[in-house]
């Protein structure tokens, strides 16, 4: 019965947020307000709350109450394979930065040595770059690509930031995306601490590989994750 009432008090202050019926820092119902209104002890309201404080919805004050957090500014998106993230963010005039922040050699992984057209014995590495946007952290690309294709890799990952430059410093300028899988998640405690988020705010995960276009061969096989609030995704 608690759950039912909990995610009731939850979905109607949602709503209202939605509707735009508080605007930012604007201070929210008191527990004891809305356990009045609900009829319900004050325990239960609390829970709600620091439920949707969680989902980063709303801040609290100590002694003060509870208010709403403003809200993220939603950066359009286009999901594809086809532009560098970092030529994207910064048309658009964002304060950008991308830092290389891991680069290692990865052990035999079925799926994406075949995606790389692999066998068991070839060098495949692992570099991941967060995506910083107005100094806040949220989207990390991890690429994962073969020695074969890029020699050398093994020396200049670690101090690569925007993989999109790298292919065009190796001769291939027209990259294209064959497939892309789309799927959400909620954050590991390694992505916790990356993002910097709760356990609460949920992430969209992009699955996708860079082909070039002209001879076809496939660069890389890449996973992204998205912090979920602060993206509007468009896909064609």
Not at 113 to 130: H, N
Not at 182 to 188: D, E, H, I, K, N
Request: glycine share 6%; proline share 3%; hydrophobic share 35%.
């Amino acid at each position: 019965m608690s759950d039912t009432i909990e995610t009731k008090i939850m979905d109607e202050l949602i709503s209202n947020i939605n509707d735009e019926k508080y605007n930012s820092n604007d201070k929210l119902p008191s527990e004891n307000d809305l356990a009045d209104v609900y009829g319900i002890p004050r325990i239960k309201v609390r829970k709600a709350y620091e439920r949707l404080e969680e989902m980063g919805y709303i801040y609290s004050r100590q002694g003060k109450g509870r208010y709403l957090r403003p809200r993220h500014k939603q950066i359009d998106l286009i999901l594809s394979g086809n532009e560098s993230f970092s030529e994207k963010i910064i048309n658009k005039g964002y304060d950008f930065l991308s830092k290389n922040i891991m680069f290692e050699k990865i052990q035999y992984d079925e799926k994406i040595f075949k995606e790389l057209g692999e066998d068991v014995d070839g060098e495949v590495y692992k570099i991941g770059r967060l995506r910083i946007i107005d100094k806040i952290p949220i989207a990390l690309h991890i690429s994962y690509v073969s020695s074969v294709t890029f020699p050398g890799i093994e020396v200049l990952g670690k101090n690569i930031s925007s993989m999109f430059q790298y292919y065009r410093n190796n001769g291939y300028s027209e990259i294209i995306s064959e497939k892309s899988i789309l799927s959400v998640s909620f954050p590991t405690e390694q992505e916790r601490k990356i993002f910097e988020c709760s356990s609460l705010i949920p992430l969209l995960v992009l699955e996708t590989n860079s082909i070039d276009a002209k001879t076809k061969k496939v660069l890389e096989f890449t996973k992204i994750v998205y912090r979920c609030d602060h993206f509007k995704y468009i896909i064609y």
